[in-house]
């Protein structure tokens, strides 16, 4: 009877606490190689939002200055494709900053100017184009 007791301390396991998804999304994106990769990324995504930034510019929405010449004739795919690759820059951008806070949370980095700045660049690049100062 009593090797039954020591056999059932010995074979129940202590119940470990679940990590929530959220938890452990916020190790994963803790990690350094999580931040450098998504600011990299980042970097990429603007490059591409400044290289198709003629496409919505005042040559795209004034025509080429030529008699006659009006609006590009795809001038609303343009700035729909504009505007979803800037949504995509601004969301990897938070994404990258945000994994740059958690890590200097966890282990005192430094703060995250380059990326920080750069955020703010794009932020001020939606503004521009939501008020249209991107066609003047």
Do not use: H
Not at 42 to 59: E, S, T
Not at 91 to 105: D, S
Request: glycine share 12%; with cysteine.
């Amino acid at each position: 009877m009593e090797n039954v007791r020591l056999m059932n301390k010995e074979t129940k396991q202590k119940s470990v606490p679940v990590e929530s998804g959220a938890e452990a999304l916020r190790k994963l994106l803790a990690a350094p190689a999580a931040g450098q990769a998504l600011s990299v990324l980042f970097g990429l995504l603007f490059l591409f939002q400044c290289m198709i930034l003629p496409l919505v510019g005042k040559a795209a929405v004034g025509g080429s200055g030529s008699p006659g010449a009006g609006p590009a004739a795809t001038l609303w795919k343009n700035q729909a494709f504009f505007l979803a690759t800037l949504l995509l820059t601004l969301a990897t951008g938070g994404a990258a900053f945000y994994a740059k806070w958690l890590r200097r949370q966890a282990d005192g980095s430094p703060f995250p100017k380059f990326t920080a700045g750069l955020l703010a660049l794009a932020l001020a690049l939606l503004l521009a184009f939501a008020t249209g100062l991107l066609g003047i």
